[in-house]
């Protein structure tokens, strides 16, 4: 998880609340990833940025906005947290470069919302 | 459109015997293919990648990976498990041709025997 920091690590939030989560990284790598992990389900995709100032819809958006600001950071926010959004959430970054096309990832944030 | 099958959702294994974790995947044009590993509370790490070359990977903690393109598999192996292997086994395809984004198997979980 070098390299790639996540805040917070654990949340709870009451549903209707909002909130931001927070990545950053000090890699240089231009693509940002914004996953959620949910048993037996694997890691699906919220939303991706593939640069500074670009943002795009993953697998399950819904519910969710980012922001990519700057090379370095790609925050996700929950406007109107719902139960359903109860999971881990994953950050990753991945580099353009080539022979290197694998995610680095961070240590999650568990988010629960009841 | 593309999607990736992990057919066992648990593997308990005794320590020191082999195992297998299977991975299968559907997808009309080239991938690369990755395992991910993660231990319990902690983010996912890199275990091995097929980009081109050799079918045969390695990688670490004495894992390695068989790439079948007739088969569409890429089978994890591992001669002798030990304790420190519990943990979670991710698959994951990306497509060369969509801003390498990853698609998921559910994950299997490697459950060691004493």
């Known amino acids: ?114 | 459109a593309q999607s990736v099958t992990q057919l066992d959702s648990q593997v308990p294994v005794f320590e020191e015997a082999p195992v297998e974790l299977r991975c299968n995947y559907s997808s009309s044009v080239s991938v690369y293919l990755f395992w991910y590993v993660q231990y319990p509370n902690q983010g996912l790490q890199l275990l091995l990648k097929y980009l081109s070359g050799s079918t045969l990977v390695k990688g670490i903690n004495g894992f390695e990976a068989e790439f079948n393109k007739s088969q569409t598999s890429f089978h994890l192996r591992k001669p002798s498990v030990h304790i420190s292997d519990t943990a979670e086994y991710f698959c994951a395809v990306s497509r060369m041709d969509s801003n390498y984004q990853l698609i998921w198997g559910a994950g299997t979980k490697l459950i060691i025997k004493p």
């Open chain 1, 1 to 114: 998880n070098a390299g790639v920091t996540q805040t917070p690590k654990f949340q709870v939030l009451k549903t209707g609340q909002s909130m931001t989560l927070q990545c950053a990284q000090d890699m240089n790598h231009n693509s940002m990833y914004w996953y959620r992990q949910d048993p037996g389900m694997g890691l699906r995709l919220i939303y991706y940025s593939a640069s500074e100032g670009t943002t795009d819809k993953g697998e399950v958006p819904n519910g969710y906005n980012v922001s990519r600001l700057n090379k370095r950071e790609f925050s996700l926010r929950l406007e109107s947290a719902a139960p359903s959004q109860t999971s881990v959430y994953f950050c990753a970054i991945r580099s353009r470069g080539t022979g290197d096309h694998e995610q680095y990832f961070g240590p999650g944030t568990r988010l629960t919302v009841t």
